[in-house]
């Protein structure tokens, strides 16, 4: 079945640039987002790559797809405390309207 | 922008009783989605509605049922409570069916509903 796999655990400094890696296993995922939790919050999209696209910039956020290892990062630029929260990659088929999760990536920025 | 409320926010329900949790989608969209997040776990699907009829179907329990209505509001409701039941139960909303590359889901922010 559909799988995604991230690191449970990411601490940076403020200001330094945070990555977080993403894994999944179906090869028919067609969209890949990186959605972002504040505790006790909702899931707010953070962006969206397709999987015709090797990258997409947007603002602070890099994000990167490796089709072939089935590899998705999040690269976030000067990492601020605002940015504390956990991070879930997922991914969607072309033929399934649901999302399959990660576990999620607790991001600590330490001052 | 308007965005998807979910209804009501906090919910406290004792073991086996009932509890319905409902969802307005952001306007126009026409699909919605029902996912529960239990503590320090990732959402898992459980359900979907596409135009009034039920699209998809996840790890959503018998004693669960939802719709959604002609307004697209939806509703879960879920009778016999557990323990287990204990959840972030979010809902989401697009528009449109994949591959219409319409489908990015925005979330609510969840209603949190404790079993006691």
């Known amino acids: 079945g559909e799988d995604v796999e991230q690191s449970l655990f990411l601490s940076v400094r403020e200001g330094d640039s945070s990555v977080i890696n993403c894994t999944y296993t179906?090869?028919?995922?067609?969209?890949l987002y990186w959605y972002k939790q504040e505790p006790g919050a909702g899931l707010q999209l953070l962006t969206y790559i397709f999987s015709n696209m090797d990258m997409k910039q947007d603002q602070r956020l890099t994000v990167l797809l490796n089709k072939k290892d089935k590899h998705l990062s999040l690269r976030i630029a000067d990492t601020q405390t605002g940015d504390s929260a956990i991070y879930f990659c997922?991914?969607?088929?072309?033929?399934?309207?649901?999302?399959?999760f990660g576990p999620g990536t607790r991001l600590s920025v330490l001052p | 922008a308007a965005g998807v409320i979910q209804s009501p926010r906090h919910l406290i329900k004792e073991k086996r009783e009932t509890a319905t949790l409902k969802c307005y989608p952001i306007p126009r969209h026409d699909t919605v989605y029902w996912y529960q997040q239990g503590p320090g776990q990732d959402p898992q699907f459980l359900i979907s509605?596409?135009?009034?009829?039920?699209?998809d179907k996840g790890s959503i329990p018998d004693r669960f049922s939802a719709q959604q209505f002609s307004d697209y509001h939806s509703e879960l409701n879920m009778s016999s409570l557990e323990l287990g039941d204990s959840a972030l139960y979010f809902c989401?909303?697009?528009?449109?069916?994949?591959?219409?590359?319409?489908?990015?889901?925005?979330f609510g922010p969840g209603t949190r509903l404790l079993v006691l």
């Open positions: 179906d090869s028919s995922s067609t969209y």
């Open positions: 997922a991914e969607r088929g072309n033929y399934g309207q649901n999302f399959v």
């Open positions: 509605f596409y135009e009034k009829m039920q699209s």
């Open positions: 989401a909303s697009s528009l449109g069916l994949p591959g219409q590359g319409l489908e990015t889901q925005y």
